[in-house]
């Protein structure tokens, strides 16, 4: 990505997005791309896997998937002021340097990763409350191609996890 000026991102000879390497990466067209682009990919999650662990959750129609960078994940220790909140169990954590990925996975056992500064603290099987801000989250349809959606659209959201305070 640092090499070029703009970018053509293939799926089986065909075109997915052409742009700029921040474009693709800050606004994916497609969960192909999403995925494609950056290190670790983007975590994607199913609408039918949000039912399970965000009860309540209401996406937008014609949503299908979200997708969420695990640099725009961040723990939290209450659902105040957060938009989007995800309570994950810590199954690995991998030390790459200046910063630390953590493998999580939901009640509903989607795998999720997200980044946090320096050496993680944290203990694998602990518990911990993800959050994320809602111009974070991408929304893309069934056919994979990115939806727009109103701003505001997970405003009133919050997720419940009864075992964290």
Not at 37 to 66: C, E, K, Q, Y
Not at 113 to 141: K, N, W, Y
Not at 147 to 157: D, K, L, Y
Request: hydrophobic content about 45%.
């Amino acid at each position: 990505m640092t090499l070029a000026d703009r970018l053509v991102v293939l799926n089986g000879g065909q075109i997915e997005q052409v742009g700029t390497p921040i474009e693709l990466y800050e606004r994916p067209a497609t969960t192909f791309v999403a995925a494609f682009i950056g290190s670790p990919a983007m975590n994607l999650v199913s609408a039918d896997a949000l039912g399970t662990d965000a009860p309540g959750l209401s996406l937008p129609i014609g949503v299908a998937t979200i997708g969420i960078r695990p640099e725009d994940l961040k723990i939290g220790h209450t659902r105040e002021g957060s938009t989007f909140s995800l309570a994950v169990d810590i199954d690995a954590i991998e030390l790459v340097g200046a910063e630390s990925y953590i493998h999580a996975t939901t009640a509903g056992g989607v795998e999720i990763v997200f980044r946090v500064a320096g050496r993680s603290t944290m203990s694998i099987g602990s518990r911990v409350m993800l959050q994320a801000e809602p111009d974070a989250i991408h929304c893309f349809d069934s056919a994979g191609r990115r939806v727009a959606t109103p701003a505001g659209i997970f405003g009133a959201t919050r997720l419940i996890d009864p075992q964290i305070g």
